[in-house]
């Protein structure tokens, strides 16, 4: 299996005064793994880091082959790398969900057309197309979650990066969920809480000890 990333030593800088150090880890080609700890340990600021939005004070990561520390390196990576954000509002734009999930087919080249098809099929495999003419603000919380699930996918990433995607999830929208990341076939780091979600997604676990 080939590994996508790797990280040992890592250390991240996390305000003037705090380092947050991390467990060496890789992720490989078809694995999901699951990023569980306390609450503050910094599954969140590892998940950012990959993409060069928490400073790396020290130690090694490799991501697709290549040594990445400098902004310069991590640019490119923002879109292959695709990340849900925990709270869906730091990446829901609008106006309407579906002009939001194909703000990104068109940020790279596509055309509004092709994007708005390919919006409308990613929103279609979610079972949210009711919801493409909605403005983004008058979506509930799970909607907001599953949409924002639906801009990233729409951007074709190779590695998802999700933080506590079943947050605010009823049971049948988890289903939804589960089963969509499943079919996806895609590599994933999972931040989660939910032991559920843990255990039917899981390949292995990154436990970031107290
Ligand atoms: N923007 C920031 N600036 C400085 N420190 C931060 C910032 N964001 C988070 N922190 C701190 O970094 C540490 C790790 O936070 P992080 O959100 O990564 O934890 P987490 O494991 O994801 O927590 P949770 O399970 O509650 O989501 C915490 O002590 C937090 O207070």
Known sequence: MS??????????????????????????????????GPSGRGK????????????????????????????ADFVPLRGPLGLLFQDPVDQLFGPTVADDVAFGPRNMGQDSAQAGQLALRTLAALQLEHLAERPVQQLSGGEQR?????????????????????????????ERLFACLLDTGLP???????????????????????
């Open 44 to 71: 969140t600021s590892l998940l950012h880091a990959l993409l060069g939005f928490v400073p790396l004070q020290s130690g090694s990561l490799q991501v697709f082959g290549r040594a990445r520390s400098r902004e």
């Open 3 to 36: 590994v996508l990333i790797e990280a040992s030593g890592l250390r991240l800088a996390r305000g003037p005064q705090r380092q947050l150090a991390l467990p060496d880890f890789a992720l490989h080609e078809g694995e999901r793994l699951c990023l569980v």
């Open 146 to 174: 599953l949409v924002a699930l639906a801009g990233v996918l729409a951007m074709s990433p190779r590695v998802l990066l999700l933080d506590e995607p079943s947050n605010g999830l009823d049971e049948a929208s988890c």
């Open 188 to 210: 994933m780091l999972i931040a989660s809480h939910d032991q559920t979600l843990v255990q039917r997604l899981g390949t292995r676990i990154l436990t970031l000890p107290a």
